[in-house]
């Protein structure tokens, strides 16, 4: 069972290009989110979706855009890549029903490492 | 609005030592607390959650955690630590309605000592 799958895993960008992260999971989620990790700023939701054709800004939604075309992918995409957009990456999910033994555990991807140069 | 406080950013601790990990929220609503834990170079795993009933919570690797909602904290503790557990923990709340929007603390770094 592969849970919550990123790719890439690392990347380096030229200031000015665009690129896109995919997270897959495997697990029928229909809550999904992308956060950045800053070194002293723990996580920071950038964008979500609550299912297939929804998406939502986060706290820091500025320079990205997603798309959740299907249920299981939940793409972010950076049009203009900026320096202050290197970061850590991480795609997580949930599944929201009470009934669920795991109720309100989000499942993590190992995370995608981005430098802006 | 929700915060959370983790006041520790660095705990170092001797193995076999016991450790205390401090979590403060604040929430102008019900909310549910929970333990992550990162690996180097890892994702995130949760470790324990308080949802409802007793206050006293068990995780995965003999970490515990009490929610004191007069104090609003939720602190994470080992009564012993071993090398393995040398990571970063973050805790989080959540009001569990409507997207599930989590918040996250700023994390601490625990080191485990030989």
């Known amino acids: 069972n592969a849970g919550v799958t990123q790719t890439p895993k690392f990347r380096v960008l030229k200031t000015g290009q665009s690129m896109t992260l995919l997270c897959a999971q495997d697990m029928n989620h229909e809550y999904m989110y992308w956060y950045r990790q800053d070194p002293g700023m723990g996580l920071r939701l950038i964008h979500y979706s609550v299912g297939e054709g929804t998406t939502a800004k986060g706290e820091v939604p500025d320079g990205y855009n997603v798309s959740r075309l299907k249920k299981q992918n939940f793409l972010l995409g950076l049009e203009s890549a900026a320096p202050s957009q290197t970061s850590v990456y991480f795609c997580?999910?949930?599944?929201?029903?009470?009934?669920?033994?795991?109720?309100?555990?989000?499942?993590f991807g190992e995370g995608s490492r981005l430098t802006v140069l | 609005a929700q915060s959370v406080t983790q006041l520790d950013s660095q705990v170092p601790v001797f193995e076999e030592a016991p450790v205390e990990l401090r979590c403060n929220y604040s929430?102008?609503?019900?909310?549910?607390l929970f333990w992550y834990v990162q690996y180097p170079n890892q994702g995130l795993q949760l470790l324990l959650k308080?949802?409802?009933?007793?206050?006293l919570v068990k995780g995965i690797n003999g970490f515990e955690a009490e929610f004191n909602k007069s104090q609003t904290s939720f602190h994470l503790r080992k009564p012993s630590v071993h090398i393995s557990d040398t990571a970063e923990y973050f805790c989080a709340v959540s009001d569990l309605r409507g997207a599930y929007k989590y918040i996250f603390g700023t994390g601490t770094r625990l080191k485990v000592l030989a």
């Open positions: 308080y949802l409802s009933g007793s206050t």
């Open positions: 929430s102008s609503v019900s909310v549910y």
């Open positions: 997580a999910s949930t599944y929201p029903r009470a009934e669920v033994v795991n109720t309100g555990e989000l499942f």
